[in-house]
């Protein structure tokens, strides 16, 4: 079966949440269940690639545009890529289904996952928030499949467009190797970064307002703390307001890009801050209950999905109640971090991920 990924910028990773998947799930794919795959990369991945034809048995094609910059054009291209090359088109993304007509006449299949809830992103124009209802509507109009990574993604877009059909596959993620490892590497990160083991809270998160990280400023001010906060994410303009209202014990370090860094980070941790609200299952959550942190999310429905035995707040006054607590008796959170953890082992497995697409596949293809 020929099978092409499209609409993530392309493998290796090097990016973010869709880049990761399509990595994990292609190569599998390939290598474990035989399928021929290719990723349409754009063109700032060809160049990062030197043009590389083949990635661990995935065949790579390139499109003449770059998604960040040109992104329907981006699309578009992809999906006449893959046009030749692939009997199923899965897009990361609901744009590629504004041309989901050229995949119906070519009678192939065309599988979309519409991420999560774009439109309501505040860093979107109002323009922008309502293009992206627009995205959703066509990716349940014109695809076969509309693919969610969570059931709450599902709910929305079944009671929203009532699309043909639709499943449900979550993303995975890894055991966290650097767990309780003490080593020269260890310290060394920890060291460059001025942490404690086991002595700062989390946040690992884009800048974004509806990722409630002046919630969770709020909450951490309110009480007198014995650990600082350390937030990871890029420094944009919303850093300049959530700096303002920070204080000396809370501390920016940007973003770190080195895989192996943030997972020392992230498995030294006390506990780990979650406050994204507009998404289905999010791959930082996951790396956080992979990395045996305490959990502690917004509380919506998103989040308890995945996170079911964790911690929740609605408010900073109740995150400043959990957070006090943490630093008063963290041990008594143990039964919670391995009952998450457990859930990664068990379920949100990149193995048992790939193999619930392998099914997915065979059952739609039309050559059967």
């Known amino acids: 079966m020929k ?9 290796p990773a090097n990016y973010g949440g869709f880049e990761t998947f399509v990595d ?4 599998r794919l390939v290598n474990d269940f035989n399928h021929d795959v290719i990723v349409v990369c754009d063109n700032e991945q060809r160049e990062l690639n030197r043009g590389k034809e083949v990635l661990d048995g995935v065949k790579l094609i390139y499109s003449k545009y770059s998604k960040s910059k040109n992104a329907i054009l981006y699309y578009y291209d992809s999906i006449t890529l893959a046009l030749h090359h692939s009997d199923i088109i899965y897009s990361c993304g609901p ?3 504004l041309f989901g007509y050229l995949v119906y006449r070519q009678d192939k299949i065309l599988i979309t996952n519409p991420d999560g809830l774009n439109y309501k992103r505040a860093k979107w124009s109002k323009i922008v928030q309502k293009a992206f209802k627009w995205f ?6 014109n695809s076969d499949l509309v693919l969610c990574d969570s059931y709450g993604i599902e709910k929305y877009i079944k009671d929203e467009y009532n699309p043909k059909a639709t499943a449900v596959i979550e993303y995975g993620a890894y055991p966290n190797q650097f767990i309780a490892v003490e080593n020269p590497k260890v310290e060394s990160v920890l060291n460059r970064y001025n942490l404690i083991p086991h002595k700062y809270h989390l946040v690992v998160s884009r800048l974004e307002p509806e990722n409630h990280l002046e919630m969770i400023i709020k909450g951490y001010k309110k009480s007198s703390r014995e650990y600082p906060l350390i937030i990871i994410g890029n420094k944009n303009k919303y ?12 501390l920016f370090l940007g973003g770190v890009y080195n895989s192996d860094e943030l997972s020392i980070i992230r498995a030294n941790a006390l506990d780990y801050l ?8 999010n791959p930082s959550l996951l790396e956080a209950m992979a990395s045996k942190n305490i959990t502690i999310c917004h509380d919506n429905n998103f989040n308890r999905e995945v996170a079911k035995d964790g911690l929740f707040f609605k408010n900073s006054d109740e995150l400043d109640m959990i957070l006090s607590k943490i630093e008063e008796q963290p041990n008594r959170y143990s039964n919670q971090i391995d009952e998450l953890y ?10 048992s991920i790939a193999k619930r697409y392998d099914k997915l596949f065979i059952s739609m293809s039309k050559n059967d």
């Open 274 to 281: 979650h406050g994204h609200s507009v998404g289905g299952t």
């Open 3 to 11: 099978i092409a990924l499209i609409g993530s910028r392309g493998i």
């Open 342 to 351: 457990k859930r990664i082992v068990l379920y949100y497995n990149w193995g």
């Open 239 to 250: 850093y300049n307001k959530l700096k303002k209202i920070s204080n000396m014990s809370i």
């Open 136 to 141: 959703d509507y066509f990716a349940s109009k």
């Open 95 to 97: 744009a590629g289904a």
């Open 24 to 27: 994990e799930l292609s190569k």
